[in-house]
């Protein structure tokens, strides 16, 4: 009798998020969230203030619910106070003030007291003077709060790229260690004193040769220990794709299996070292669910498509990378934690269980999202959109 077969095929992470069983964000957090992704001039935020403080003003002036348009100035002060700066908030404070006071000297059928309208104004000036203040600190606090994620995040993807180099350093022992074989050899030969000249520049062109080879991959190593940070510049997809395979060439041999590349010429807008980190992180993945050796499949691509979830969107184009695999695949039980930080279903030592996680953070950052497509005994596609 054959074996049923679980096929899983699912959304894994996406660009708006990854599904997990933590608590849902609070309102004020969703919209606090939204409000920092703004960034509007400020030149419109300013007219926008300005703008809402008169219409206020004016409504005060011809109506008689004063506290709906306190509300009103408290609005604009706020759009003021957090896409500019406090003294706009301030500002606005002012003027909400000297609005309110010319509406009751010269629109109201009422005859104010001096001490009245001085009263009425104190009040209100403190009222929207401690609207700024807290306005001010929540977005200060919002700002340190996020710099200190993109820190922390900053941090465990350095720390598993040097984790991940640790790796790559013991697979490529061999491909070094040759040419300094080579190269050694060469060199005893020429301190010999017993080759012809000819001889002699042969074996001095083949230590250059030697030395050369050495370097590009010590570069390589070293271009991809460094923090990329946040930018992100046009990018050759493909020749980034062909040379994390090249890097990795040596453990995959050793593992007996072959990475084999293909498809389109690509380029889109990156961070290099973060998304080849992405790269070998599914790379290794792909390898080490082949304990009997294989091959792994890695396509680049271009689809004209939505990210998952946002259906009124328009399709754009994305630059995609596949990696494929013939392994063992995912348990369906499995699958919804693969990106959580520290999961890991390798043995003690092969793995830190951030991987993933830190693969998905990183193409979250880029305005991606990564899907998986398995089935247990047959295998693992996993599919890479980047916004090109």
Not at 280 to 308: D, K, Q
Request: hydrophobic content about 45%; proline content about 4%.
């Amino acid at each position: 009798m054959t074996p049923s077969i679980h096929t899983v095929n699912r959304v894994i992470a996406r660009g708006q998020g990854k599904e997990s069983d933590s608590p849902p964000a609070t309102i004020v957090d969703r919209v606090a969230s939204r409000l920092m992704a703004l960034h509007p001039p400020t030149w419109a935020a300013i007219a926008l203030a300005l703008l809402i403080t008169l219409v206020a003003t004016y409504g005060d002036a011809v109506t008689s619910a004063a506290t709906t348009f306190t509300l009103f100035y408290i609005l604009a002060l706020a759009i003021g106070t957090w896409f500019v700066a406090p003294f706009m908030g301030y500002m606005v404070s002012a003027l909400a003030v000297l609005g309110e006071t010319i509406a009751s000297l010269f629109t109201s059928q009422q005859t104010f007291s001096v001490w009245f309208l001085a009263w009425n104004d104190v009040v209100d000036l403190l009222l929207y003077v401690g609207a700024v203040q807290v306005l001010w600190a929540l977005r200060l606090r919002l700002e340190r709060e996020v710099l200190a994620r993109e820190d922390a995040l900053g941090q465990l993807r350095h720390a598993e790229r040097l984790t991940t180099i640790g790796k790559l350093a013991s697979g490529l022992a061999h491909e070094i260690g040759t040419p300094l074989n080579v190269i050694s050899g060469r060199a005893e030969l020429i301190v010999s004193g017993t080759l012809s000249a000819d001889a002699l520049k042969h074996s001095a062109q083949i230590v250059i040769e030697q030395t050369e080879r050495v370097s590009v991959i010590i570069r390589q190593l070293l271009d991809f220990s460094r923090r990329g940070g946040t930018k992100v510049t046009r990018t050759d997809l493909t020749d980034l794709v062909d040379t994390t395979a090249l890097l990795l060439a040596p453990i995959a041999a050793k593992a007996r299996v072959i990475i084999a590349c293909s498809g389109a010429h690509v380029e889109a807008n990156l961070n290099r070292p973060e998304i080849q980190q992405v790269i070998t992180n599914l790379l290794t993945n792909a390898i080490h669910a082949m304990p009997e050796g294989g091959s792994v499949e890695v396509e680049t691509s271009v689809e004209s498509t939505r990210p998952p979830g946002r259906r009124g969107s328009t399709a754009q184009p994305y630059a995609v990378v596949r990696v494929h695999d013939h392994g063992t695949g995912i348990a369906p039980e499995v699958l919804p934690k693969v990106f959580d930080p520290f999961f890991t279903t390798k043995d003690l030592g092969r793995g830190t269980g951030l991987g993933l996680s830190v693969a998905y953070g990183i193409i979250r950052d880029h305005k991606g999202w990564l899907t998986i497509d398995t089935k247990l005994s047959e295998g693992t596609t996993v599919t890479l959109h980047v916004p090109q």
